[in-house]
């Protein structure tokens, strides 16, 4: 509410935190929703963590305990009025990290074995089943219908999970539910400066403030050119996509499946969502690419048209060549007026005559 009540809010914002969708009330969701629609309204853009735990909700201690089945989405990741973030992590050894046998983790405080991928196929899903110490989260809500916006990507994603015998069984999740994430970002082995040391983070905690501290740089490109906000981006995201996917890094390898080495108890699913090209529930469309997005940020509304000027005049030929509704423009001399002495006949004259056949009801002194 206090964001909602500045006068002059900054227009970027990022939330690392979460609940599973069923531990809050379905009417305190509808008005959290109808908050975070008025921000998005005012300009603002607002970037949600999907949780650190796949397809097993918000599990964190002393919380909801991690579940398989059915899958638990987190909100307000699931809100339509978000964009919501998953993970990726690196899948080569291009970054020193790579090297290291063991790195400090601030969710263990402590030491933890480490390694990158060996295969090199660029971005891949952020999951401990590929090396990382969280699996980020995605879905569908069970409760928030699938907004238009995404209604497409979607659509062809279910598809083809049906079509590769992929998909999960029955009862696992809610197939028309507004799908998350949206996009997704580096959550695993951020470095991060932590009283004066460098340590390595991770998690969707992490990613969420990566791609809001993006598009912030876009939202300052908006605002250099004196265009509005970009505000909640959806809409223009999944559209940019769709016309040019090149905008985001897709992220095509790896599942949701893995759990979160940070909890007291680890748990494997045997189900959840993979990869695919295009939109998918384990990496949204993929991570954005700031210069692609830059060269296709929206323009400004224009201004409607001014309406076109009216036709001009044209004399009418009444029997004496000018029509006293326009008064005889554009027939008549200047310093003439149109009069009628009938309905049959008018004519242009410099005054009125005195006969009382004629009609000198257009204004003129005689």
């Known amino acids: ?20 969708e069923a531990a809050y009330s379905p009417e305190y969701e509808a008005r959290m929703n109808v908050e975070l629609l008025k921000l998005g309204l005012r300009g ?9 735990t796949g397809v097993q909700g918000a599990a964190q201690p002393g919380g909801a305990p991690p579940k398989c089945a059915p899958f638990q989405p987190t909100f307000p990741a699931t809100s339509p009025y978000v964009t919501s973030v998953g993970g990726t992590q690196f899948s080569d050894h291009t970054t ?5 046998a063991e790195v400090f983790a601030l969710g263990t405080q402590s030491s933890s074995p480490f390694a990158c991928p060996e295969e090199d196929v660029g971005e891949i899903v952020c999951s401990t089943q590929t090396g990382a110490m969280i699996t980020g989260g995605g879905g569908f809500s069970d409760r928030f219908a ?7 990507a979607v659509q062809g994603y279910l598809e083809t999970l049906g079509r590769r015998g992929l998909l999960p ?15 997704a970002a580096i959550g695993q082995n951020v470095p991060t400066v ?14 969420a403030p990566i791609a809001a501290a993006l598009f912030s740089l876009l939202n300052a490109e908006q605002l250099a050119k004196g265009r509005p906000p970009l505000g909640f981006v959806n809409p223009w995201l999944y559209s940019t996509h769709a016309a040019h996917p090149e905008v985001l890094n897709d992220v095509r390898v790896g599942n949701i499946s893995g759990g979160n080495r940070l909890l007291p108890k680890y748990v494997d699913c045997d189900e959840s969502f993979v990869a695919l090209p295009g939109w998918d529930a384990a990496s949204g469309l993929g991570s954005p690419d700031f210069t692609r997005l830059l060269n296709h940020l929206p323009l400004a509304p224009q201004p409607p048209p001014p309406p076109p000027p009216p036709p001009p005049a044209t004399c009418v030929a009444s029997f004496g ?12 001399e200047a310093g003439e007026r149109c009069y009628t002495q009938s309905i049959h006949f008018s004519q242009c004259l410099t005054a009125c005559p005195s ?12």
Request: hydrophobic residues 35%.
């Open 194 to 207: 932590f009283n004066g040391s460098l340590a390595m983070a991770g998690g969707t905690s992490a990613a």
């Open 169 to 183: 069984s029955a009862g696992m999740f809610n197939r028309s539910g507004r799908a998350y994430p949206d996009i």
């Open 321 to 332: 060549g000018c029509d006293p509704e326009a008064g005889g423009a554009p027939c008549c």
């Open 146 to 152: 699938r907004p238009q916006y995404q209604a497409d």
């Open 355 to 366: 006969s009382p056949t004629w009609k000198c009801s257009n204004g003129s002194s005689a």
């Open 1 to 20: 509410m206090a964001l909602a009540n500045a006068t002059d809010p900054p227009l970027t914002h990022s939330l690392s935190y979460g609940e599973n």
């Open 44 to 52: 603002l853009s607002l970037f949600v963590a999907t949780g650190d």
């Open 96 to 100: 020193e990290v790579c090297n290291a």
